[in-house]
């Protein structure tokens, strides 16, 4: 056969293991605990009953602080991490290496303005520098992460040429660490000066114009409903991660979610937010279960199995599947490169997605606005992460259904091979058993 | 022996330990599984004494990094073959680390 599994398995595996891609995953995982308990904030407005929303209203503005210091700060937050995980892979000293990055993202991302005396008495707001905040959210990720990624780059780049000030022995790690990065940082730190006030050039602007091709995949349209759906899938099938491949799209959703966040502080609801295309509607819509909406299987192979290889397998894969865990069905099955399943795999979320992006266009379900941890069983997620909207719930259960519709077949033309299989190895067992005796 | 079982994000590698661990105790082999996420291999090698690191089939992505780490640390480094990484093939991969890292 021309076509070697193998291979592209092996390939697929180069492209999520790539360096950059690996450390921006990492370092942008480290936003989501802060995310989450901003995200509560946000739906703590949205409870479904009149008298707590009547109490909570004149606190609306001042519940949005949490929100915006959390995910409205997460360019800030991730440059940190991004550059402390690949500084790590380079056995550089994480802190300082991280420190420098941030210092130079800050640069190049803030113009800072100023508050006289004649508008702090106008505005309450003391005298002072100000920043404005925008290129501190999901806006400037991108610039966030090429900051981290330069720094640390260019800081590996001296180390290993030696041209650093190394400390004599005796003085502590910590000390001579951070006079390692002492050139690198003060190259770096002229540069991001330089390019900022020298040549005016807005690095960040410029960034978002030469990516703006990706930035069709986080707009709320069709295609990126389908299209990360699908690369999922089509990764797991595969044997690896899946979701290394929306990497590059997550800055798009997050800045989507933040807009609505902020939409709510401002007095929006659920219902009336501009944006459904979050990570939180392939999540708790889609990939109910784990990826490939795979729960819909589990329920098959448990309760209408007639192998049993089917129904112990079931039994075991179906509780981690309703934290949306699914490695135990996905290589216990396996899924990976297994013919029987890879159309439903696909086919079934793609489906999900497509129902889902229906209902919230036609405002049958409300959007989500809130980051609500991803191991909850997705009827609970989704009610949570829409402004406890319980169109929501039923949405999920449809999801399944359709799912299991769509695995149903392919389920059933697995069962029967493999029920055959265990009848045969039964029957030359019973065959092995007569010779003995 | 205690061994590391990495995952990406530690969540499905803490139920293959746990079927692991409970496939020892069956056996009355003496074996000790913790399960973390591949960013964190780094820091619990240096944390505790660890015989052996392995790695879930779907975070190969991670194989070259992490196995540098282990070699680092002098410990052998095993990749679980997909077919393993299920919690109802725990005793063919208590077999395989058996097999791999010798008694």
């Known amino acids: 056969m021309a076509f070697n599994t193998e291979k592209i398995s092996t390939d697929m595996a180069k492209i999520a293991g790539n360096r950059y891609l690996t450390a921006i995953r990492d370092g942008m995982a480290v936003i989501i605990p802060v995310a989450v308990v901003g995200s509560f904030f946000t739906i703590a407005t949205q409870l479904p009953i009149d008298s707590w929303k009547a109490f909570i209203k004149p606190y609306v503005a001042a519940l949005g602080l949490p929100i915006t210091f959390s995910i409205g700060l997460m360019a800030l937050y991730s440059c940190y991490a991004i550059a402390s995980s690949l500084a790590q892979t380079y056995k550089l000293d994480r802190n300082s290496s991280a420190t420098v990055a941030v210092m130079v993202f800050l640069l190049l991302v803030i113009k800072p303005g100023a508050i006289t005396a004649a508008i702090s008495k106008k505005t309450g707001i003391a005298v002072g520098t100000v920043f404005p905040t925008q290129n501190l959210g999901a806006y400037g990720l991108f610039t966030a992460m090429l900051a981290a990624i330069v720094s640390v780059e260019v800081i590996h780049f001296f180390k290993a040429r030696n041209l650093v000030i190394r400390m004599p022995k005796g003085v502590p790690a910590s000390v001579s660490n951070s006079f390692m990065a002492l050139v690198p940082a003060a190259v770096l730190i002229v540069a991001a000066w330089a390019v900022k006030e020298g040549l005016h050039f807005d690095v960040n602007a410029g960034l978002l114009t030469l990516l703006s091709p990706l930035a069709h995949f986080g707009k709320d349209n069709f295609l990126s409903v389908i299209t990360p759906i699908f690369f999922n899938s089509l990764f797991w099938l595969f044997g690896v991660h899946g979701a290394v491949s929306s990497t590059p799209v997550y800055p798009y959703w997050y800045k989507n979610l933040y807009a609505n966040m902020d939409a709510v502080t401002h007095g929006a609801t659920a219902a009336t937010v501009p944006h459904f295309m979050t990570e939180q509607f392939f999540q708790f819509f889609v990939y109910i279960g784990g990826s490939g909406a795979i729960l819909a299987l589990c329920i098959l192979l448990a309760f209408a199995s007639k192998s049993s290889m089917g129904r112990t397998l079931g039994k075991v894969v179906i509780i981690p599947s309703i934290f949306n865990i699914n490695e135990p069905i996905i290589f216990g099955l396996p899924i990976v490169l297994n013919p029987y399943f890879a159309a439903p795999f696909i086919l079934a979320p793609i489906a999900d997605g497509i129902i889902t992006w229906l209902a919230m266009i036609s405002h049958l379900v409300n959007k989500t606005i809130a980051l609500v941890p991803w191991t909850l069983p997705a009827p609970i997620g989704a009610y949570m992460a829409t402004g406890f909207d319980w169109r929501a719930i039923i949405l999920t259960l449809v999801n399944i259904a359709v799912a299991m519709v769509i695995y149903y077949p392919f389920f059933k033309a697995w069962d029967r091979r493999q029920l055959a299989t265990e009848q045969a190895a039964a029957a030359a067992d019973a065959q092995t058993g007569a010779a003995e005796a | ?103």
């Open chain 2, 1 to 103: 022996m205690r061994i590391l079982l990495s995952c990406s994000g530690g969540m499905s590698s803490s139920l293959i330990a746990e079927a692991l661990s409970d496939e020892a105790k069956k056996r009355s082999v003496d074996l000790a599984v913790d399960a973390t996420g591949s960013e964190s291999v780094a820091d619990d090698l240096d944390e505790k004494q660890y015989d052996a690191v392995l790695l879930a089939p779907q975070t190969v992505y991670r194989k070259d990094a992490i196995k540098a780490e282990a070699d680092s640390h002098h410990i052998p480094f095993l990749m679980i073959p997909r077919l393993m990484y299920s919690p109802l093939q725990a005793g063919k991969l208590l077999d395989l680390v058996n097999e791999k890292l010798g008694k």
